[in-house]
């Protein structure tokens, strides 16, 4: 530049600006300066938000590759316990069945068994009653059994009956078994069906079981269940044959007539008795 003395200095402005022009053209380019780096600023962040997306989406993908693949694990899991379950229950049907099927071999076996040996033990009581000698002539009613007159005795009418049957009790509690046993079958003979008539043949087998005549109370209890089938002694009777077929050995009947009173008369006194005999016979 030449600078002549004497002449007033310019400033140097580009282009021939003048100087005011020439700072609005500097902030004009600052702007833009400004502007192109927010837009680089931008993009930057831009591209790092959109990096983190891609990462987040591929931990999800990864995520739900694995539910995807626990998922297919647990199907499988539960298609074989499903198959197992099902092979189980088979299995436990054809056991069941096959168990059952068992039982009831058994049940029928002893079904069997038990008719059997019931059917023998009627025969042996059929056998014992055609055996049995033919009943003796009933002695003469003794002193002591004498009938309280009343006003119908005197003109022929019968005793009564509880008075009779009273004094034949009051002889078998005195411990003459064989006069006892006539005079309950003189009961019987005079009084066949009564209230009494039914313990009166109980007695009856009593009086032999206290004989030791064991064949005879058999049969003695056996007509307090054909004849009285209804009456009070029919438990009692069943058990007194159980006691007297022990008593012979024939173990078998004994268990039979034992158990029928414990089936039939479960709650009754009889049928304590009968399972401590049954547990003795074991």
């Known amino acids: 530049m030449d600078v002549r003395p004497g002449r007033r200095s310019v400033p140097f402005s580009p282009v021939g600006l003048s100087a005011p022009r020439c700072r609005e053209a500097m902030e004009y380019f600052r702007t833009i300066l400004l502007c192109l780096l927010l837009v680089v600023f931008s993009s930057c962040a831009a591209v790092n938000q959109l990096d983190r997306i891609d990462t987040d989406v591929s931990i999800l993908k990864t995520e739900v590759s694995v539910l995807k693949r626990d998922l297919t694990a647990l199907q499988e899991s539960n298609?074989?316990?499903?198959?197992?379950?099902?092979?189980?229950?088979?299995?436990?049907?054809?056991?069941?069945?096959?168990?059952?099927?068992?039982?009831r071999g058994q049940l029928e076996e002893k079904q069997y068994a038990l008719?059997?040996?019931?059917?023998?033990?009627e025969e042996r009581i059929a056998r014992l009653e055609e055996r049995a000698p033919?009943?003796?002539?009933?002695?003469?009613?003794?002193?002591?059994?004498?009938?309280?007159?009343?006003?119908?005795?005197a003109s022929g009418g019968i005793h009564d009956s509880e008075e009779v049957y009273a004094d034949a009790f009051r002889i078998y509690k005195d411990g003459d078994f064989q006069k006892a046993?006539?005079?309950?079958?003189?009961?019987?003979?005079?009084?066949?069906?009564?209230?009494?008539?039914?313990?009166?043949?109980?007695?009856?087998?009593?009086?032999f079981y206290k004989e030791r005549k064991y064949e005879q109370a058999i049969l003695a209890y056996e007509d307090v269940i054909q004849k009285y089938p209804k009456g009070n002694k029919v438990p009692d009777a069943f058990l007194k044959q159980g006691?007297?077929?022990?008593?012979?050995?024939?173990?078998?009947?004994?268990?039979?007539?034992?158990?029928?009173?414990?089936?039939?008369?479960?709650?009754?006194?009889q049928a304590d008795i009968a399972r401590k005999e049954l547990t003795n016979l074991q």
């Open 79 to 103: 298609q074989a316990l499903l198959k197992k379950l099902a092979d189980l229950d088979s299995r436990i049907d054809d056991e069941v069945i096959t168990g059952l099927q068992e039982l």
């Open 115 to 121: 008719q059997t040996d019931l059917r023998r033990t």
């Open 134 to 153: 033919a009943p003796s002539p009933v002695s003469p009613t003794p002193p002591d059994l004498a009938p309280v007159p009343t006003p119908d005795a």
């Open 181 to 207: 046993r006539d005079a309950f079958a003189a009961f019987l003979k005079q009084f066949p069906d009564t209230e009494y008539s039914d313990n009166a043949q109980f007695w009856v087998g009593e009086c």
């Open 243 to 269: 006691l007297c077929f022990k008593t012979l050995g024939d173990t078998i009947s004994s268990r039979i007539l034992l158990q029928k009173v414990i089936d039939t008369y479960p709650t009754s006194p």
